[in-house]
């Protein structure tokens, strides 16, 4: 038998896909009423993007990525997050041009070649928000309030990790001083923070290994090195939040796996789902469509991990919905078939194509969900009737068939 490949799922269990269209409903109607469109990009991108944009010390782009020459002789990569390839087409269509704000959204699936385990795949699914054009912390407060809104919507519990990381004016004097630190205790620090140490030393910080943990608690903190601009915005976001009552840890070790990131970076994370915890990372990349080329133009964005939710999401109490229709007799069904097509326009129909008895059509109704059962058999063939029952309240009538 031919399976699917290591860390890549279906989603084909009735509750899980039903969980799945509720998070894409939910949160596609709560991204419209915040003034974001929909935006589909292509899953392969040329390799040169994410190198460029989501950066070479990176994770992702050094070990993770499903990287291939084509039968044109071209280096792409299925895309392993979405936010280079939307900054791609928002600059490849010139909306770097527009003075009006951006604001896109997207879903779909994303592939990181990771060691798989609970809440890890290889292909997974994000939902995520990119909005280009503001600077303001508004719209930093109100993506983030968008995350709760989604999740509230859900039924999710989550904290909220925040932290600056800086920008052009800041950021270089940090890394320096990081750099020095990180010198005078090469001797207490693992080997990927060695190596990190010259290419991407701000990364070190989030190192998982205990004994890095211990030497950075002495490290120096970004927060503490900000320009007096970082400085400011990062005081009225906080002041922002609590207005709106949303809570949040400042944790000036999250740094996030991605290094287009300035200024505001962010997290939520769920304590009900084991070590992968993370269930949406966004921030501020003020820089990226410089990077790729376009006119400088602020951005930010988050993305949510569908995976990550499905067991968390809460959904609303299944009601029974629509119609079955079926035939007690061989005469009927065509007839039977052609009365559910009509209600299709309208209404969720499942139809029996078989002739069979009334307790049959019945489970069959039952099964579907459906709340209505409505039958054609010899007698309403004849008078141009149909019966229904409401499998709800359980009441039976007859109508003609020309009001059904
Ligand atoms: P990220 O933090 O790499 O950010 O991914 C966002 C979310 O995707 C994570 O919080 C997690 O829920 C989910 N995720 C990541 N990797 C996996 C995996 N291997 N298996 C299952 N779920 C996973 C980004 O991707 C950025 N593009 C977010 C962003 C948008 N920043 C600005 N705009």
Redesign the pocket.
Known sequence: MIRSLRGMNDTLEPEESARFSYFIETATRIAKNYGFRFIETPQLEETALFKRSVGESSD?VGKEMYQFTDKGDNDVCLRP???AGVVRAFVQNKYDRQETTQRLFYHGT?F?Y?RPQK????Q?H?F???SFGEDSVLEDVSLILMVRDIFDALGINFTLKLNSLGDPNCMPQYRESLISFLQEHEAEICEDCERRKLTNPIRVLDCKNDKCQVVYKEAPKLMQNLCQSCDNDFKTLTGLLDEHSMKYEIDPHLV???DY?SKTAF?FISTEIGA?S??????R?DRLVEFLEGRPTPA??????I??LMELIQMPEVTREGYYVGAMDEDAISKAYTLGMKKRASDKVTIGYKARNLKAHLKAADKANARYCAILGENELNNATIWIKDLEKKTESEIPQKEF
Do not use: P, S
């Not at 993370?278 to 921030?283: E, H």
């Open positions: 992702i997050e979405g936010t994303m990181r990771e809440g890890r795949l290889r997974f994000q995520g928000c990119e996030r796996g991605l990131y997290e992968q993370a269930i949406a990372g966004g921030g990349y930010i964005g988050f993305a949510i991990g995976e990550r």
